[in-house]
């Protein structure tokens, strides 16, 4: 079975910057997305950004757009969120999933959670002003 296991969260400064990790292992197929999601207290859970494993296609959301980058190693099976220029909003739990195509894809959205079916038990990340 998939498991993952995010870390790197912690506590910054506004304008600094977090590297997250998502440690995956157990994946019988190689053609899967990770994702990145955060939620904030009172709040929605929110896609962040996520790297398809078949061409490492990246997607990100307009609120982090310019200042975090999604990247893999794949001789390490993890995917990596760096997070630059923070900003007290990006205060949240984050989360990192994972989608195995192969199923019904068709309404699979790179930065919508539902079809996301592993998950990693979150990381607190907390930006201060």
């Known amino acids: 079975e998939v498991q993952l296991v995010d870390s790197g969260g912690g506590l910054v400064q506004a304008g600094g910057s977090l590297r997250l990790s998502c440690a995956a292992s157990?994946?019988?197929?190689?053609?899967?997305?990770i994702g990145w999601f955060r939620q904030a207290p009172g709040k929605e859970r929110e896609g962040v950004s996520c790297?398809?494993?078949?061409?490492?296609?990246?997607y990100y959301a307009d609120s982090v757009k310019g200042r975090f980058t999604i990247s893999s190693d794949n001789a390490k099976n993890t995917v990596y969120l760096q997070m630059n220029s923070l900003k007290p909003e990006d205060t949240a739990v984050y989360y990192c999933?994972?989608?195995?195509?192969?199923?019904?894809?068709?309404?699979?959205?790179?930065?919508?959670?539902?079809?996301?079916?592993?998950w990693g038990q979150g990381t607190q990340v907390t930006v201060s002003s």
């Open positions: 999933a994972a989608y195995v195509f192969g199923g019904n894809d068709y309404d699979f959205r790179p930065l919508g959670s539902h079809k996301y079916n592993y």
């Open positions: 790297i398809t494993s078949s061409d490492g296609s990246t």
């Open positions: 157990g994946f019988t197929s190689d053609d899967y997305a």
